[in-house]
């Protein structure tokens, strides 16, 4: 049996299928507040944030920062079991903001705490490339001996120009140099990608996705541009100076994104629903199961999966760094 024949019917290795595989049963995140900022809102980098963020943090189920972990897991599983048919194995995710971007000993007081709840299978510690000292993934090492740990990373666009657009903070050698770090620590990389951020294409998008591949990213996730209330792009959107993705758009862009995996790799995210009191475009991406529906019926009508599009160097073209690019087909 294939790789393909095994992703429960879907045209991708989706986290749903790889939870069940690991540990025979569907396994929820459960949202943490580790009560961190940022780099670029505390004024180290800046105190904006980046252009996209509201600053809301996130975690549909995150409890408040001045709440125990063990209380915000217990919560949280709760709030899950309430609407869904749970297990007793759930992840424990650190989600809003930076989840290194503290002392040494308050991390570790904070996942050490997570790990040790009976319910808790996994941790999962949403992070910026630029806050991973040696001594964070020492740490982070130490914990994936005594449960498993990912590590997810913003990078958002692997294009420079991009990133100082959005005031992402850091170049794209940083998420590099991470990447590679924490793989030789053994620990898992997941890496956050954005399709349709100002000025850039499918195919700067494209480029994104296939330098995570590069660089062994473990797995990635997919997820469209928001348009939210508080932000700096929210006021270019009223302005005329920016538009987002249609539907069709965007649905085209992840076909193609999709195929440039490799089988291996799992897809934790292929869309998102912005805070629906926060969210001024697009408006379409309220409904995610409408737009994941419409994503398994265009692919399956289109023949295509994940791992399946040939990718050929192009011959005298570079990309916005001067970087050789590659064709799509």
């Known amino acids: 049996m294939t790789d393909r024949q095994r992703w429960d019917g879907r045209p991708y290795h989706s986290l749903d299928y790889e939870l069940k595989h690991r540990f025979g049963e569907k396994v929820y995140k459960v949202a943490l507040e580790g009560g961190m900022t940022c780099p670029t809102r505390d004024g180290t980098l800046d105190t904006r944030g980046c252009s996209f963020c509201s600053g809301a943090g996130s975690g549909d189920f995150a409890g408040g920062k001045n709440i125990s972990i063990t209380r915000q897991i217990d919560d949280g599983i709760r709030f899950i079991s309430r609407s869904k048919q749970t297990g007793r194995r759930f992840i424990a995710y650190f989600q809003s903001f930076t989840n290194t971007y503290a002392p040494i000993e308050r991390l570790e007081s904070l996942y050490r705490e997570a790990l040790s709840h009976p ?164 408006l379409w991406s309220r409904n995610k199961r409408n737009v994941l529906n419409t994503l398994h019926q265009k692919m399956k009508e289109l023949h295509v999966c994940q791992g399946q599009t040939v990718r050929q160097p192009l011959i005298g073209k570079e990309g916005h760094n001067g970087e050789r690019t590659s064709e799509y087909i």
């Open 119 to 282: 319910d808790v299978v996994m941790m999962s510690v949403a992070t910026r490339p630029d806050c991973l000292p040696a001594p964070v993934i020492s740490l982070l090492r130490s914990c994936n001996q005594c449960k498993p740990v990912m590590v997810e990373l913003g990078l958002q666009t692997v294009h420079d120009k991009t990133a100082d657009r959005i005031r992402r903070g850091y170049s794209t050698k940083v998420y590099d140099t991470a990447v590679e770090s924490l793989k030789k620590a053994g620990l898992e990389v997941v890496t956050h990608v954005i399709a349709g951020l100002p000025q850039e294409n499918k195919r700067d998008f494209l480029q994104t996705v296939e330098h995570t591949v590069k660089c062994g990213s473990d797995g990635i996730k997919l997820q469209l541009l928001h348009i939210l209330e508080g932000t700096d792009l929210a006021r270019e959107y009223r302005n005329g100076m920016l538009s987002t993705l249609t539907m069709a758009e965007y649905l085209d862009w992840i076909i193609s994104a999709v195929q440039l995996l490799p089988e291996e790799m799992v897809i934790h995210r292929l869309t998102g629903d912005g805070p629906r009191e926060l969210l001024l475009a697009p």
